[in-house]
């Protein structure tokens, strides 16, 4: 696993108040073994960055400095959950041709929202 590690350095202090939101200072990185023998060529954080990109891009709670937060833990778990099945089972991504659940042989076709929406439970009355 390769570990950034961000802090604060000295000069930090001598900043202007604007500057406090700004992104901290990367001080260094920590390859380590977790399990196995990693190839070092091969151990990026590439893959999670882009992750994490594409979640701030498609889900408006992930980016920075924003009223667009959650507000109770239960709505994020859901706006994620609904983010990684549209992402996986409905949007044909342009390097697989397909989505992504139907190249792992997860689903047999592309879903349609219709399909997503009847995964919901019934409304109860009161």
Not at 24 to 37: D, L
Not at 47 to 58: A, D, F, T
Not at 71 to 90: E, G, P, R, S, T
Request: hydrophobic fraction near 40%.
């Amino acid at each position: 696993m390769l570990t950034k590690l961000y802090g604060k350095r000295a000069e930090y202090e001598l900043l202007p108040p604007e500057r406090r939101y700004s992104p901290s200072f990367y001080i260094a990185t920590r390859p380590f073994v977790v399990t196995g023998q990693p190839d070092p060529d091969h151990v990026s954080t590439s893959y999670v960055e882009r992750q994490n990109l594409s979640m701030r891009m498609g889900m408006r709670r992930f980016t920075r400095l924003t009223n667009g937060f959650s507000k109770k833990i239960d709505n994020l778990i859901c706006a994620v959950a609904m983010y990684f099945l549209h992402y996986n089972f409905c949007r044909v991504h342009q390097t697989l041709g397909t989505t992504p659940a139907v190249a792992a042989g997860l689903a047999d076709h592309v879903w349609t929202i219709a399909e997503i929406v009847a995964l919901l439970d019934p409304p109860t009355s009161n």
